[in-house]
């Protein structure tokens, strides 16, 4: 055979039946400049329910996450452009186009070696944490856990005492009285009117164990919200009721707000969080751990010798009891 080179013509092409056309692409974007802004209520399955403006008194909207998103992750309690069908109507669809920057970010790890970041509620201005002083019995390390993320995630932390018709709240109380935050005690035949006080106006997480008492807080705040109540079992465990997170508006005639329940955690990670993000959160101690040592977990002697908050209590600008209650807290982070 010879090495004549064979030519090629247009009979020579083959068009596959189906294919679509070679129409042409743009990465251009319509910058959505009319998209309505909502709050992200709750997430299932590839859909999202938002409330316009953040306003429970509108109806509920159904949106998609549109294409130029990708998967750009949306949850509870983000602030979001919609654009579509705004109407709330059955059978219809709106598209997020826009996830606005968080202001504050409460996150979780499944174990604290997990790298895998979990974001539970975003935008949340304070973070609940609910623990009961009986059956089950109080675990001061799941609260200190939470503590720190609340703190690393710019959250304010209320600690919520729920039961205390079956036990005195004011020994585990008094543990944190020192870091200054507010510390509320419920019990199960009265109103938690001073934690509804401190709902009214805010969005606030609410986050604990399973069998805590969270359900029957959510029932009180929101009478009509229709949570399902566990049963706290033989063993001091509880089941499961909330499987996912869902903001609920609080009732207008009490000040408005929302209330996001989360599902009970039995484990919060802290994989994501520094020894510097809980001191940097208070005012008084942000500027002074800036003359700690490099890698300083500022436990104090002999971990971390030269840690600048003992000269601060040195010096009279830091009382002693409030730095041994953050010490606690900080050692979950080991």
């Known amino acids: ?20 056309g070679s129409r042409p692409r743009t990465k251009q974007r319509p910058d959505h400049a009319d998209a309505a802004d909502a709050m992200i209520t709750t997430v299932d399955r590839g859909r999202w329910t938002c409330a316009p403006g953040g306003d429970a008194s509108r109806p509920p909207v159904t949106a998609m996450r549109a294409r130029e998103l990708g998967r750009t992750p949306i949850v509870v309690g983000d602030r979001v452009g919609l654009v579509g069908d705004l109407s709330g109507a059955p059978d219809t669809l709106a598209r997020i186009v826009r996830v606005h920057e968080r202001t504050t970010v409460l996150r ?18 304070q973070l609940v944490i609910v623990t009961a002083v009986a059956d089950p019995v109080p675990r001061s390390g799941f609260v200190d856990r939470c503590l720190v993320a609340a703190y690393a995630g710019g959250l304010s932390p209320v600690l919520c005492l729920t039961k205390a018709d079956l036990a005195d709240a004011d020994p585990f109380a008094a543990a944190y009285r020192e870091l200054e935050f507010p510390v509320v005690v419920t019990r199960r035949d009265r109103m938690p009117d001073r934690l509804a006080e401190l709902l009214a106006g805010r969005v606030s997480a609410l986050v604990g164990h399973s069998g805590v008492g969270k359900s029957t807080l959510v029932n009180a705040l929101v009478p009509d919200a229709a949570r399902a109540v566990g049963v706290v079992s033989a063993v001091g465990k509880g089941r499961h009721t909330t499987v996912a997170a869902l903001a609920l508006p609080l009732p207008e005639e009490r000040g408005g707000g929302w209330v996001v329940d989360t599902p009970g955690v039995r484990s919060f990670g802290l994989a994501h969080v520094t020894a510097d993000d809980v001191p ?3 005012d008084d101690l942000a500027a002074a751990i800036e003359d700690c040592p490099r890698g300083c977990g500022h436990l104090g002697p002999p971990a971390d010798p030269e840690c600048a908050l003992d000269a601060l209590v040195a010096a009279s600008l830091l009382r002693p009891g409030r730095l041994d209650a953050l010490r606690r807290v900080l050692v979950a982070l080991r």
């Open 280 to 282: 940097a959160a208070f």
């Open 108 to 125: 979780r790890t499944a174990e604290d070696d997990d790298p895998f970041e979990r974001v539970v509620v975003a935008n949340a201005t």
């Open 1 to 20: 055979m010879t090495g004549r080179r064979r030519e090629y013509d247009e009979s020579d092409v083959r068009v596959r039946p189906g294919r679509r």
